[in-house]
Each structure stands twice: as C-alpha cells, then as structure tokens.
C-alpha cells in the first residue's frame, strides 16, 4: 500500500512552509542565528509535541518559526521540504506561508519571499511545479491583512493565491474581506482555513463573503447538510490533513473521520499534511493513516490524489493528468 500510495502523482494543496520545521533543522538554525533555545534537546522538543487543540499547536509553532532569520534559512526550509514532498510522489505543490509571523519580529517580507521563491525556483529539478500562497494570521487585524497584502504586491509575480490561518475561535472570515476583494482584484487565488475549529457558519462565510475557490481542512461542514450540497454543487475542494485533525483533537479517531462521508456525499476531498513536522507525518504518512482508519479500497485512495490534481491551480490540460492515468493504469485500478 505505501508504495503504491506513493507511487501516485498527486498535488499537495495544504502545508504551511513554517510547519516543515524539524526539530533538527530548529536547532542547527538557532546554533546558526546564535540563538539560545528553551528545549534542551531534540527529544525535549518533540515531547513538548502534545497538544490538546488548535491553539496550544500555534504557541509552539510560532515559538518554533522564531529560529527563521535570514534568506538562507528561509531556502533551506522550503528545500528540505521539497525533496521530502517529492519522495512522496508530490508533483505539484501549493505552499502557505505566513508573513505577518515573520515581519511582526522584524524580518523583512523580501527575505521570506526570496528565501522561499529561490528554492520553489529549483523544484522543477524535481520534476515539481509550485505555487505559493501568502496567509493572513486571523488572530490579526483585517487591517493588518491588508497592510500586509499591500506590502507583498511589489513581489506579486511570486504568488500563487492568498489564505486565511491561525486561531479561528471567534475570528469569523468576514473579518478579513476587505484584504481578499484587494487580492480578487490583483488576479490572486482565494482560499481559506475554515470548519477546522470554527463553526459551519465560518464555512458559509468564507464561500460567501471572502469568494474563496478552496476550504482548508472544512472538517466542520459535515454538521450542515444544506452546506454538504453546496460543495457538492460547486465542486469546492476540501483540503483535509487526517494526521493534524488526530494530534489537534479536531477528530477522535480516524476511523470516524468524516471524510470518507464527504467523499461519498460527492466533496471533492484531498489529503495534506498541514504541518508535518508537528504532526508526525509527510503527504504520504496522511494517505497511509486515513486509506487505514478508514479501510478504504485502492481505487478510493486513487481517488483522492486523482482529486489533489483536479482541485489544483494548475490548467485543465496539464500534462499531470495524463500521467495520473498512466500511473494508475499500468498498476490496474
Ligand atoms: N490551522 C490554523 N492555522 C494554522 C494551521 C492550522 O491547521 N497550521 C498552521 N497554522
Ligand atoms: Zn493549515
């Protein structure tokens, strides 16, 4: 199964750049900032890696992107990511990363994006084409959002679309729709954390409000059948992160993971891996723990990559989807 699911070109949709921060690479770039760490150690760090819901994760997410100084750490994150997408049979890859993180603690949006732009230049050495997509952090301001959009436009050829992440308890989409009318109309692609933490109605608000093409994670919309069609109706993707909903406590246990009711309601559902190295696994860890928790049959987990590739920004004739084919043809599905 793991061979097979890895064998499968497929699309990564959700993953926040910041999230691929192994607690090796955290320290070796705090040794290189001269920076002193609270952690002791690697193993210190990764029991602290117990979490009881979305925002005790954020506090050491963002405690942990403090290390991020300089361009190079910037490249070298993405790059290491990179390679360990590609591994997993990752062609396509449509990066969040989070701005405000950054330049709240002084470091300029020229070194993030640069950082991050000059290894996402080379991924086509790994038969890999990306994207990346700018995050508001909505535990900020709507203001700040558009400040912070406002600051990004001069390197606005490097984007890929825009995002909403971090707490979502209280913090309603419409907050934030005066920042994606401003990146509608810069030409940008719109999608949105949504229903991870936060109601349906947050959900709603985001196709409503902010005009978004995609629902990050969208867990929640399963609670109102009225918004099931909805997505069915539009074929809004989902992008679901199996792994994160488990270790967050979105979910108790996979194997009630309402994915699989959405698929078969008609959702086009993907599989992510959000912020694999807090959540203890890459793309193809998340293929591998669902397919499981879910006894789904290979065609159905076929499936769900053949869908990555749909509910992608690439163009309906990639030559991707061809591949696809090919790929799941010689083995049979
Ligand atoms: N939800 C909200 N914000 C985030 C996440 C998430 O899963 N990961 C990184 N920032
Ligand atoms: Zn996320």
Request: charge should be negative; charged fraction near 25%; glycine fraction near 8%.
């Amino acid at each position: 199964m793991d061979t097979f699911i890895r064998s499968l070109p497929k699309a990564e949709l959700h993953l926040h750049i910041e999230g691929t921060l192994e607690p090796e690479m955290l320290f070796d770039l705090a040794r290189r900032n001269g920076l002193a760490s609270s952690y002791g150690s690697v193993a210190e760090l990764r029991a602290a890696y117990d979490f009881s819901d979305l925002q005790s994760f954020l506090d050491i997410y963002y405690e942990g992107a403090s290390v991020l100084r300089t361009e190079e750490d910037f490249f070298d994150l993405t790059w290491a990511y990179l390679n360990r997408a590609a591994a997993d049979g990752v062609r396509r890859a449509e990066i969040f990363f989070d701005p405000q993180t950054h330049t709240e603690r002084g470091v300029s949006i020229e070194t993030v994006i640069n950082g991050i732009g000059g290894a996402l230049d080379r991924s086509h050495e790994l038969g890999m084409s990306t994207g990346l997509i700018l995050c508001f952090l909505r535990h900020l301001s709507g203001k700040q959002a558009l400040e912070t959009l406002e600051m990004a436009l001069p390197h606005r050829d490097r984007l890929l679309g825009v995002g909403l992440d971090s707490s979502e308890a209280g913090r309603p989409p419409e907050l934030f729709r005066a920042a994606y009318d401003l990146a509608r109309q810069e030409g940008l692609h719109l999608v949105a954390h949504a229903g991870e933490e936060g109601p349906p109605e947050y959900v709603w608000q985001a196709l409503d409000v902010l005009g978004v093409e995609r629902i990050d994670h969208g867990v929640r919309s399963i609670e109102d059948p009225v918004l099931v069609d909805r997505l069915v109706a539009d074929q809004i993707p989902l992008t679901m992160c199996p792994l994160s909903n488990l270790k967050l406590k979105v979910v108790d246990d996979l194997n009630h993971h309402p994915l699989a009711q959405l698929q078969d309601s008609g959702v086009l559902v993907t599989v992510n891996s959000d912020d694999p190295a807090y959540f203890g696994g890459y793309v193809g860890d998340n293929y591998v723990a669902i397919s499981a928790g879910l006894d789904l049959r290979q065609s159905e987990t076929a499936q769900l990559a053949r869908n990555s590739l749909t509910a992608s920004f690439i163009f309906d004739d990639d030559p991707l989807f061809a591949e696809f084919d090919r790929v799941a043809g010689d083995q049979k599905i």
